[in-house]
């Protein structure tokens, strides 16, 4: 298990950009996936991106292809979201998931794969 802490959120203008930081305390083992999730007012948790520790392997939603970059620095445990062109629609609080292993033929999209979720950072984008 480990903990997470999300930092980065706050108020920005539509086509502005954001980065978000997740810092992760406790063991980190190579095979670990961290991912970010997002959930809107009276929406349901969605996927935004993940990536795999070992290898690198990136994962993006639909609306955040092309505009949110993943990033991970396994030295310092620590997974970056940069925003760009960010949307009204992307108002949402974020938050930093982490699983120790998802197999490497499941996409690690699914809230329910992650075991350690951090408290989340509220991002809001003004039209």
């Known amino acids: 298990q480990v903990q997470l802490v999300e930092s980065g959120g706050g108020l920005v203008q539509a086509g502005g950009s954001l980065k978000l930081s997740c810092a992760a305390s406790?063991?980190?083992?190579?095979?670990?996936?961290m991912g970010w999730f997002r959930q809107a007012p009276g929406q349901e948790r969605e996927f935004v991106s993940a990536?795999?520790?070992?290898?690198?392997?990136?994962y993006y939603s639909d609306s955040a292809k092309g505009r949110f970059i993943i990033s991970g620095d396994s030295a310092k445990n620590t997974v970056a979201l940069e925003m760009n062109s960010l949307k009204p629609e992307d108002t949402a609080v974020y938050y930093c998931?982490?699983?120790?292993?998802?197999?490497?033929?499941?996409?690690?999209?699914?809230?329910?794969?992650?075991?350690?979720w951090g408290q989340g950072t509220q991002v809001t984008v003004s039209s």
């Open positions: 998931a982490a699983v120790r292993r998802i197999p490497q033929f499941t996409n690690p999209t699914a809230g329910a794969l992650y075991d350690d």
């Open positions: 406790g063991r980190v083992f190579s095979t670990y996936v």
């Open positions: 990536i795999r520790w070992s290898g690198g392997r990136t």
